[in-house]
């Protein structure tokens, strides 16, 4: 991995210039790292999508914006023609530009993109912490399509960011939230931010799950960690008409026990990125303190350390690793 350095162009019509300051690295970064998404992603690359920063300039024809004005990025370009943007669904385009995916991304100093791909911060949220609005609007879409309430008996497979911040937000929202999550390092850490936690090689889940829910099971199942085995139990521990919610990317089609599904009349969902209205609900919850940020950011790491950022990451340690886009030697 190399990192280079170029002079930015100025932002063009419609486009505004951010510096950018942070960017969060992900399990979909890791996925590019080890060539899942080769069919989407052109070499060389400049990839992230998680960040926060600060408008630098602003091109012609650009209104609403100012130098100075502390921002993040909703990373979804939709097409706006497709049998899914018709019908209002723009997030899952069919033909969905994800920016810093399958278009250069935030992983740069100075980033020029269009305006309205722009989402406005506070200027009380430290930028720090800004850079976890896009996880965040996921575990916000995420909770918001599964419908729980208050109340309702939530079981979180996987510990890594997104399931810790699922729990968080599902937590927030009244219910009661169990992750199960097999790494002893991470499972301290999510105990660390208040919630329950499960070893699934040490004890037996469905067993846990029957005697905290009087042998119902869950009202709502996330399977967040991406493992086969999980989405077997995610079957095994929701309650008859409980929903499962499919969170994690799974690059090879797993088993899913479908006499479950019917036996139970479960419902099976998939949730995938997020809307307008998420983003601006995480941005939110991190300004007023709901999602503890100073306790997910594991490690911040300059420009010219991004290889370690993301040994980091995969050691299955870190929780969230940002990275300094404005000191490279951090």
């Not at 950018?20 to 998404?37: E, F, W």
């Not at 499972?187 to 090689?201: I, K, M, N, W, Y």
């Not at 409980?242 to 479950?260: E, F, K, S």
Request: glycine share 12%; proline share 6%.
């Amino acid at each position: 991995m190399t990192v280079e350095e170029a002079e930015p162009a100025p932002p063009g019509p419609g486009e505004v210039q951010v510096e950018v300051a942070y960017v969060g690295i992900c399990g979909t970064d890791l996925h590019i790292l080890h060539g899942s998404m080769d069919a989407r992603v052109s070499m060389p690359a400049v990839i992230g999508h998680e960040m926060s920063g600060r408008v630098a300039a602003v091109g012609e024809g650009v209104t609403g914006w100012a130098t100075g004005d502390p921002v993040t990025v909703m990373p979804l370009d939709w097409d706006g023609t497709c049998p899914a943007c018709r019908a209002g669904h723009q997030h899952v385009c069919q033909n969905l530009d994800f920016v810093g995916i399958d278009s250069p991304g935030a992983l740069q100093g100075r980033w020029n993109l269009r305006a309205d791909l722009l989402v406005p911060l506070p200027r009380e949220l430290s930028l720090e912490h800004a850079a976890l609005v896009e996880p965040v609007a996921v575990a916000v879409h995420d909770v918001r399509r599964s419908g729980l309430g208050a109340g309702d008996r939530v079981v979180v497979l996987g510990g890594g960011p997104i399931g810790v911040l699922i729990g968080i937000v599902a937590r927030h929202a009244g219910a009661e939230v169990l992750v199960s999550e097999p790494d002893p390092g991470r499972r301290a850490l999510v105990e660390g931010l208040g919630l329950e936690t499960l070893d699934p090689t040490a004890a037996d889940l469905v067993g846990a799950v029957d005697e905290r829910t009087g042998g119902a099971g869950a009202d709502v199942v996330f399977e967040v960690s991406g493992a086969a085995p999980a989405v077997l139990a995610a079957t095994s521990v929701a309650k008859v008409r409980g929903t499962v919610v499919v969170v994690a990317i799974h690059p090879r089609p797993v088993p899913v026990d479908l006499q479950r599904v019917f036996w139970r009349e479960l419902r099976l969902l998939g949730a995938r990125v997020y809307e307008r209205t998420d983003f601006e609900r995480a941005v939110e919850l991190l300004a007023a303190g709901v999602v503890p940020a100073a306790g997910l950011v594991t490690e911040v790491v300059g420009i010219s350390r991004v290889a370690d950022a993301f040994a980091a990451l995969e050691s299955g340690q870190a929780m969230k690793v940002l990275v300094d886009c404005q000191e490279a030697g951090a």
